[in-house]
């Protein structure tokens, strides 16, 4: 495998987790963002997850310091990406947002670059050409809390090297992933394409004022055993993210419910500060949500 340096673009909640499982398994890593305060903000993030690695992974104090330190930053695109044998893309998906990233990167990348999105949504296909590489081009897609729901979805579309596909799925394995290779493209991978149904239908029951969001959860895990219902997993994938999902879907579709579901999103939650669990607060608040307590099942 030819992967040494890698650059996570975008430093948000996933971005940031990507960086330090990346830099835990002992590769070089720099994160980049649109200027130093989005820098500041995922340096705080990613030493905050130096505790969850010892307290899930029983991850030791030197390791969890060395794989900080192992993490660079910088909001030059040019120099964040100089010595980069891979660069994984986790900015908002925003297809004009990725679209002209794209078009950046590709003007200041090394030749030797290898893009990889890791979109929840979008198709490779929609981006390749805006690459100026699209054989060197595919999509690496994480789950939440990427230590311990170590999945890693890899899928090309129809012009990407079978050479370049390989090496990114040595490269999940390298990092502690079950390497996931998707053959073909599919909105939403295999993960999503199965997540994605059950949060949208849970977010239609309550903009149809159905049920409220503890009784569909309770529902929920109830009756499937599930540990966490639909809104504490939109909590986890953060409301910025499934804000900008219900937009595109409002947008694509000219379904207004899911405008109604991206209206009452921006407007009782981003707006408020309340973007899930890295926040401290989204539908439930935290450290101490109602659902993990005993009776919320019982009542």
Known sequence: MNIEHITIAGSGVLGSQIAFQTA?????????DINDEALHKAKDRIFELKSRYQEDLKATEEEVNTAFDRIAYNSDLTKAVADADLVIEAIPEVVDIKTDFYKKLGNVAPEKTIFASNSSTLLPSQ?????????????????????KNNTAEIMKHPETNEDVFNEVIAFAKAIGMVALPLQKEQPGYILNSLL?????????????????????????????GAPLGPFAILDVVGINTAYNISLAKAKATGNTDYQKVADLMKSEYIDKGKLGRATGEGFYSYPNPSFAHPEFLKS
């Open 127 to 147: 981006f390749a050409e805006a690459t100026g590489r699209p054989q060197k081009f595919l999509a690496l897609h994480f789950a939440n809390e990427i230590w």
């Open 196 to 224: 994605v149904p059950l949060l949208d239908a849970a977010q239609m029951l309550l903009i149809k004022e159905v049920a409220d969001v503890e009784t569909i959860d309770k529902t929920w895990m109830v009756g499937t």
């Open 24 to 32: 835990f398994e002992g590769f070089q890593v720099t994160v980049y």
